[in-house]
Structure formats: structure tokens, C-alpha cells
């Protein structure tokens, strides 16, 4: 059943690394360098907003200010700096695709984002009313997010 699955993506790769932009995203020397520095500006909004975020909640910073506002201040930066993250990844999908999506490091870490979004949007209503309990946000979310960026930097290894 799995085996398939394996040989169809085996060739899905081969045919992306052979088009015509995978092949620019390989021989332009600066695109790589470049993406990866965006991806890891934005990996350093994503990891700040969500450690500002869970300190508030478990009030250890910010004390003297809503825990909503400081929620309406950095829940924009992780939403939005999300596609950014996925743009930039997707560059460098295309330009080595087996190094990535044949990689079950790769797959974890899709698999965490997901859930780690799936638990912002849980949460996000009480984050930004300043009622969210700081057992069911702070402790998924840290390790969740520190998961997500552990395997970001495993792939390369695995
Ligand atoms: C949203 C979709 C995302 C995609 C498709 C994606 C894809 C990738 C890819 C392909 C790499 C290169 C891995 C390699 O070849 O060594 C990478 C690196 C990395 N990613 Fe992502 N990523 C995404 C989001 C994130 C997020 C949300 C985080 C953490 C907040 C993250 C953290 C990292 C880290 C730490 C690295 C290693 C950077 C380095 O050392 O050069 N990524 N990502």
C-alpha cells in the first residue's frame, strides 16, 4: 500500500528537480542564500511573538498590561508571518525536492505545524479576551514550537 506512494514520490521529484524553475532555484547562486535568510527572519518572528505571547499568559512579563492586547500585538506577527515561512520553504522544496519531502523529518515538522496552528486558532479567542488558561496554552505551545524548529534544523541531517 505505502510502496507506491514511495515510487510515485520518488519520481514526483525527479520531474520537479527537471523543470525549469527548480533548475534556476538551483544554478542562481543567491536565491538559496536568500530564502533561507527570510525563513529564518521570519522563524525568529514566529519563535519571539509565541515566547512574548506565553510569557504574558503565564505572567512572567508585561504584567502591568492586558493580557488581550498583548495578544492583538504578536498573534498578527505569527499569523502572518506563516505564509512567508511557507513561501520560503516551498523555494527551497523546489529547488531539492527529495532532500525535503522524502525526508520523515520533513513530515514530522508538517505534521507539528499543523497542529501548532490548530492549537493558535484553538486558543486565539480566550489569548485575545485575556481569559486563556496558561496550563492549555503555554506548555503544547512551547513544545510544539520548539518541535517544529528542532526538525526544521534535523532535516539536514536525517
Ligand atoms: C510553513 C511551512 C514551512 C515549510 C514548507 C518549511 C520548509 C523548510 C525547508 C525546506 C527547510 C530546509 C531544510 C534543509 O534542507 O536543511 C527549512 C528549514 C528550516 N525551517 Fe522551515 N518550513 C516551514 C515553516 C517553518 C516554521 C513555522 C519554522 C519554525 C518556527 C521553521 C523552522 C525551520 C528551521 C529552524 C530550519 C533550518 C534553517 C537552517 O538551519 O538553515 N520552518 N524549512
Known amino acids: 500500500m505505502l510502496k507506491p506512494f514511495w ?3 520518488d519520481h514526483f521529484c525527479e520531474n520537479l528537480e527537471a523543470t525549469p524553475l527548480s533548475q534556476a532555484i538551483q544554478t542562481i547562486v543567491w536565491v538559496i542564500p536568500t530564502v533561507q535568510i527570510i525563513h529564518i527572519v521570519g ?5 519571539g511573538s509565541a515566547f512574548m505571547l506565553n510569557a504574558r ?5 508585561d504584567r502591568d ?3 488581550g492586547s498583548v495578544a ?7 499569523w502572518w508571518t506563516l505564509p512567508v515561512l ?3 520553504g516551498a523555494v527551497m522544496i523546489i529547488g531539492e525536492p527529495g532532500r525535503a519531502l522524502k525526508n520523515p523529518v520533513f513530515h514530522a515538522k508538517v505534521a507539528l505545524i499543523l497542529v501548532a496552528m490548530a492549537h493558535l486558532w484553538f486558543c486565539q479567542r480566550r489569548l485575545l479576551a485575556g481569559t486563556a488558561n496558561a496550563a492549555a496554552v503555554v506548555l503544547p505551545s512551547i513544545v510544539l514550537w520548539l518541535g517544529i ?3 526544521g534544523r534535523w532535516i539536514a541531517y536525517f
Open 149 to 151: 524548529v528542532f526538525c
Open 43 to 47: 522563524i525568529a518572528a514566529v519563535m
Open 72 to 78: 492583538r500585538r504578536f498573534l498578527p506577527v505569527i
Open 65 to 67: 498590561e492586558d493580557a
Open 86 to 88: 511557507l513561501a520560503t
Open 7 to 9: 515510487i510515485w514520490l
Open 57 to 61: 499568559v503565564a505572567g512572567l512579563v
